[in-house]
Structure formats: C-alpha cells, structure tokens
C-alpha cells in the first residue's frame, strides 16, 4: 500500500502482519539502483508475467543466464523477490 504525507512509500504486507519498507525516497540510502541493458530486458518480460523459461526463449539465452541476471537485480535493488522487484523499477523509471 501506499502512505505518507507528502511523501511516497510503498509498504509490503506479509500474511504474518510483518510490513516491509521497500521504497522511500526520503529515505537517505534509498533504492536506487542501475540496471543494465540486459537486465532491463528481462527485467522488462518478467514484469509482463514471463517466466524464466519463457523469457530464456523469447531472448535466446539459457535458463540459467535469466536466472543469474533475476538474482544480480535482486541483489541490486535489495529486495526479496520479483515482485518487489518490479515495483522498484517501475517506481524509479526503468519500466
């Protein structure tokens, strides 16, 4: 969800009530990070719903290239997983 006042965050709820702040631009270390072209064009499937086979097809690399790249952004962005992912590109302009 979003919240703030003037100010935009987005907040991960998990089932267990944990929150997670995944972005925060007042934040001073906030996310900001910067793929490569390559990570953006997966980057970019991934967030149409492909999966990491699909996209190995749809760009002619292996499985196993998708993955390493899916888990270099995750490292990246400092996120747990895809979805976290994907709303930290889109709020910072790359998709």
């Known amino acids: 969800h979003w919240q703030g006042e003037n100010t935009t965050v987005l907040m991960i709820s998990h ?12 934040e001073e270390r906030g996310i900001v990070c ?14 149409e719903g492909m999966s990491s086979k699909q996209i190995a097809g749809a760009l002619d690399i292996t499985f196993n290239t998708v993955n390493t790249y899916r888990r270099k952004m995750l ?13 930290v590109a889109y709020l910072q302009g790359t998709l």
């Open 15 to 26: 089932a267990e009530g944990h929150e997670n702040v995944v972005y925060d631009p007042e």
């Open 34 to 47: 910067t793929f490569t072209k390559s990570e953006v064009r997966v980057l970019k499937l991934l967030a």
């Open 75 to 87: 490292k990246k962005a400092r996120v747990k997983n895809t979805t976290e992912l994907i709303q």
